[in-house]
C-alpha cells in the first residue's frame, strides 16, 4: 500500500522555496531544484476533471515537483479526440512552449494523443520542446517491455 500522500495543495512557482524531505528513491529527471510540470487529462465525462487532476498533482507534490497556475488541464470526450482541438492540450503546449514547465503528467499516454499518427507527432513536439513526459498509471512503464525484460 503506498504510504499517505504529502500533497498540501496546489504549487505554484511563486512558492518554489523551501525544503524538501524526499529521498533518492524520489529521484526524478532535473532541470532545476524542483521541477515544474503540467498535468493533463481527458475525462469521459463533463464535471469529473477535477477528480483526475487532484490524483495528478498529488502523484507530482510526491515527487517534489511544482504545479505552476494554469498548467492543470483537463478536456472531457473520448481519448481518440484529435490533440489540436482539445483546448486544455493545447493550453499545456502553450505553457511549454512559454518555458514554464519541463515535463508533463498524465493518468496514461494515451491522454496525449490515442492514434499511433498524433501520438509520434506529439511525442516529436514533447522532446524537441525537451519536455519530460510521465505516465501516473504504473502499467503505463510496462507497455513498452518485451518479456522476459521486466526485472525487480
Request: proline share 10%; aromatic share 6%.
Given at each position: 500500500?503506498?504510504?499517505p500522500?504529502?500533497?498540501?495543495g496546489?504549487?505554484?512557482?511563486?512558492?518554489?522555496?523551501?525544503g524538501?524531505?524526499?529521498?533518492?528513491?524520489?529521484?526524478?529527471?532535473?532541470?532545476?531544484p524542483?521541477?515544474?510540470?503540467?498535468?493533463?487529462?481527458?475525462?469521459?465525462?463533463?464535471?469529473?476533471?477535477?477528480?483526475?487532476?487532484?490524483?495528478l498533482?498529488?502523484?507530482?507534490?510526491?515527487?517534489?515537483?511544482?504545479?505552476p497556475?494554469?498548467?492543470?488541464?483537463?478536456?472531457?470526450?473520448?481519448?481518440?479526440?484529435?490533440?489540436?482541438v482539445?483546448?486544455?492540450?493545447q493550453?499545456?503546449r502553450?505553457a511549454?512552449?512559454?518555458?514554464l514547465?519541463h515535463?508533463v503528467?498524465?493518468?496514461?499516454?494515451?491522454?496525449?494523443?490515442?492514434?499511433?499518427?498524433?501520438?509520434?507527432?506529439?511525442?516529436?513536439?514533447?522532446?524537441?520542446?525537451?519536455?519530460?513526459?510521465?505516465?501516473?498509471d504504473?502499467?503505463?512503464?510496462?507497455?513498452g517491455?518485451?518479456?522476459?525484460?521486466?526485472?525487480?
Amino acid at each position: 500500500m503506498p504510504p499517505p500522500s504529502r500533497r498540501t495543495g496546489w504549487l505554484s512557482l511563486p512558492h518554489l522555496l523551501g525544503g524538501s524531505h524526499r529521498g533518492p528513491a524520489d529521484a526524478v529527471p532535473v532541470v532545476g531544484p524542483c521541477p515544474a510540470v503540467a498535468l493533463y487529462a481527458v475525462a469521459p465525462l463533463r464535471g469529473v476533471e477535477h477528480l483526475v487532476l487532484d490524483d495528478l498533482a498529488a502523484y507530482a507534490d510526491d515527487r517534489g515537483w511544482v504545479v505552476p497556475a494554469g498548467c492543470a488541464a483537463a478536456d472531457s470526450g473520448p481519448l481518440d479526440q484529435d490533440p489540436n482541438v482539445r483546448a486544455g492540450w493545447q493550453r499545456v503546449r502553450a505553457a511549454a512552449t512559454g518555458r514554464l514547465v519541463h515535463g508533463v503528467v498524465v493518468p496514461s499516454f494515451a491522454h496525449i494523443a490515442y492514434r499511433a499518427g498524433d501520438w509520434d507527432r506529439e511525442r516529436a513536439w514533447l522532446l524537441e520542446q525537451g519536455l519530460f513526459a510521465i505516465a501516473a498509471d504504473p502499467t503505463e512503464l510496462l507497455a513498452g517491455l518485451e518479456p522476459g525484460e521486466l526485472r525487480t
